[in-house]
């Protein structure tokens, strides 16, 4: 019978027996459980379940360590980012982008950069409402940019 849920297969198999050689397809980007949330939120972001695809890109930017996949973890806060923002969620976008940009520190990335111009983007139709939270963020994407 087939899992309901996007990735539950592949959740088990990285979970059940640490310590035992990894599967080729999950070895593709660092720890083998951050791949496969990784993989899984891109599921249901096709799905068009954005709620669920939020939530597997923090479990896969928290599931990998930041020193090392620092461009990686950015780049999962920003995906889950934009989910927020597709669900109508500006605030929980902001903070996630913020997050995002925390990651960015010494990471010098045409994705990276591609992210935050994307960003300041999608902010721009919220600049009119006047929100605090998309003022302090685009001046921080644009600082980014800058490279202040």
């Not at 709620?51 to 928290?62: D, F, I, K, N, S």
């Not at 980012?81 to 995002?100: D, V």
């Not at 960015?104 to 990335?109: F, L, N, P, Q, T």
């Not at 990276?112 to 009119?128: E, H, K, P, Q």
């Amino acid at each position: 019978m087939r899992d309901a849920l996007p990735g539950l297969n592949a959740h088990t198999l990285c979970r059940g027996a640490p310590g035992d050689e990894m599967p080729f397809w999950a070895m593709a980007w660092g720890p083998p459980v951050a791949s496969v949330y990784s993989r899984t939120a891109k599921v249901h972001e096709t799905l068009g379940d954005h709620r669920a695809a939020a939530e597997q890109y923090a479990l896969a930017a928290t599931a990998r360590p930041a020193d090392t996949y620092a461009r990686i973890v950015a780049l999962d806060l920003v995906a889950g980012a934009e989910m927020h923002l597709k669900r109508g969620s500006i605030e929980q976008a902001c903070a996630t982008w913020h997050r995002a940009i925390d990651h960015m520190g010494g990471v010098r990335s045409v994705r990276t950069r591609r992210a935050v111009s994307r960003m300041r983007g999608d902010l721009a139709r919220f600049r009119a409402r006047g929100l605090r939270c998309v003022a302090d963020l685009d001046e921080r994407g644009h600082d980014f940019l800058s490279g202040v």
